[in-house]
């Protein structure tokens, strides 16, 4: 098997390139450098980061992409806590977050790790845990990132840590997966569908990402040794979304399944980074969608990303005997 992992250990072993990956995380590198210089110079307290989710976890961020932040806090909680919001967005320049106000707050580590499940685990605070874990990069404390993405897998382990795959964060991963596809629904009814095409689109390919590249680390767990679950998982988590799913497809032989699994989230990406066709997607209401042949291309591309993870899942004798015993009941 060749030393490269993820997207570019598939270019390696297939020859094929993706392009528009490649340049998608050429662009997030090189703004990810110059907004950890602007923090560089500011001194803010020792337990705060500036963690950024969404594309900029995934590493693929495009000429349009949003500014999904928080301001994580490790210590106790505190009124007077820097950096504060507007401090954080001077300095990343970053664009207003959106009117669900999941992003652009003040994130404290002791609510992610404590209030997992029932009425105190809200849908802001499950989103927050989650996106931390599966698709999170730091601009500032990167120490202070790393370690509270590790202090979450160590509270989900810690309970049944002999379980392989971990039940616990098994079962809290595909309470979000749903959640996501709820509020999808929720949110453009409270819209009234302004945004549906776009956010569509993210659904069938970016959403899906974020959960499969939690869920096949999760599930790989089977092969590990119960105590190194949690270095398996912390080194896994690191790398963004799409190099998990490519290992995986990898590690299970499944070379030709993941090319066409890579080549149609690739695809995805450019349409997004064409500032044409995502306001096209942006402005694409339900009742055109039959009539637009971009959003046709889109459902194929997102069809052929899923029909790529059910073959993995469901094709490769060890994995599809977790996803049976564990993802269904």
């Given amino acids: 098997m060749t030393e490269a992992t993820g997207v570019a250990g598939l270019e390696v072993v297939s020859g ?6 490649e340049e998608c995380r050429a662009r997030t590198e090189e703004r990810l450098q110059q907004r950890r210089l602007r923090f560089a110079s500011e001194l803010f307290e020792p337990d705060s980061a500036v963690v950024l989710t969404g594309s900029w976890g995934r590493r693929e961020v495009t000429s349009d992409s949003d500014d999904d932040y928080m301001v994580l806090f490790a210590g106790k909680r505190r009124r007077d806590a820097r950096p504060t919001v507007s401090e954080a967005a001077d300095i990343l320049e970053a664009k207003a977050p959106g009117r669900e106000a999941i992003f652009g707050k003040q994130v404290w580590l002791q609510d992610l790790l404590r209030k997992i499940g029932r009425d105190r685990d809200t849908n802001a605070n499950l989103t927050r845990r989650m996106l931390l874990l599966l698709e999170s990069v730091s601009v500032s404390g990167i120490d202070v990132h790393q370690a509270a993405r590790r202090a979450v897998l160590e509270e989900y382990l810690r309970a049944h840590k002999d379980y392989r795959p971990p039940r616990f964060l098994l079962n809290d991963l595909v309470r979000y ?13 409270d819209r009234k569908g302004q945004g549906w095409g776009l956010r569509n689109a993210k659904l069938r390919l970016s959403r899906k990402a974020l959960f499969a590249g939690g869920l096949l680390p999760v599930l790989e767990c089977y092969r590990v040794p119960a105590d190194a679950m949690l270095e398996h998982l912390d080194t896994a988590l690191v790398a963004p979304p799409l190099d998990r799913i490519a290992d995986a497809f990898m590690t299970h032989r499944a070379i030709d399944p993941a090319v066409r699994t890579i080549a149609a989230y690739d695809e995805f990406l450019g349409i997004l980074n064409d500032p044409d066709k995502r ?14 042949q ?36």
Wanted: net charge negative; charged share 35%.
């Fill in 294 to 329: 971009l959003f046709a291309r889109v459902a194929e591309l997102g069809e052929d990303f899923e029909a790529g993870l059910l073959a993995l899942l469901f094709n490769d004798s060890d994995l599809q005997r977790w996803v049976r015993d564990y993802l269904i009941f």
């Fill in 279 to 292: 306001r096209e997607l942006d402005m694409l209401e339900i009742e055109r969608s039959d009539s637009s």
């Fill in 16 to 21: 094929i390139r993706f392009a528009n990956v």
């Fill in 177 to 189: 997966w749903r959640t996501i596809a709820v509020d999808f629904e929720s949110k453009m009814r």
